[in-house]
């Protein structure tokens, strides 16, 4: 499935009444195309009943060249005081001040196949009702703090509503585009803004807490082979080397987003626990 060509980034829909202002974000990494599908095919067609809706193309030239940034990860850059002068540092700070306007933000995103293809949210506490409506069966919370400057993040530290959904694999976009749009439509069915009815999700969440990143600080430290996102570790289960140094699992923790091709200052891998 090919990406149309993007003549608006951040094109606004108003409804016949008042009603709350929400944003949707699909391309934050521009690799991650399911939400990119999604935007493309509803934008001709969506109709709310009531409020205010911004949806943005977040990182067009990231999405024109099909990369996952340009200068910078995105999704590092939504923080207040923000005086960076690359690409996504500017971007970040036009979305911001989108952002300031809304009560709430859905932000697609996708992830690199490691065997496991479910989707998943994440979003900080006060989100966790809001997110649990989606078809999914996990919800990560606490990242604000393990990785910081991230557009959920935003939402958060100014007492709003911010979710991250990761729909799927990278590889599966145009499979996804589907479950993207069904995605879209149960987050503004939440907060009542359309006509058209889709099942919101009943079923109950696993919780998880994310704890810390790893980061890879040396070209030797490597990752033991095999972990998929996230697998349960067992209390001294060797996770990542680096010459004589071993990283171990202590009691009750998981791995996310183990990142086997990460290069010299990117996460390798971050360190969760089941709380439910």
Known sequence: MKIAPITEEIITIAGSEPGPTVAIFAGVHGNERAGIYALQELIP???????????????????????????????????????????????????????????????????????????FAICEEPSIDVASVFDLPLIATNFTNVEKGGSDGYMFLNGKVGICVECGPISQSSELKDYAVKTIYQFLQYYDMIESKVPLSDKPKKILKALYAAKKN??????????????????????AVDGPKQYLAKKNECILFPHYSARVG???????????
């Open 266 to 276: 990117e996460e390798l891998y971050i360190i969760g626990l089941h709380e439910s």
């Open 45 to 119: 067609k969506l109709k709310l009943t009531k409020g205010t809706l911004h949806l943005a193309f977040a990182n067009p030239p990231a999405i024109e060249a099909n990369v996952r940034f340009i200068n910078k990860n995105l999704n590092r850059r939504f923080f207040a005081g923000n005086d960076g002068d690359s690409y996504e540092d500017t971007r970040a700070r036009e979305l911001m001040a989108v952002l300031d306007q809304c009560d709430a933000l859905l932000d697609l995103h996708m992830f690199y196949s490691d065997g496991n293809t479910e989707p």
């Open 218 to 239: 040396t070209e030797t430290i490597t990752l033991e082979p095999g972990f998929k996102n996230f697998d349960n570790l067992t209390e001294g289960q060797l996770i």
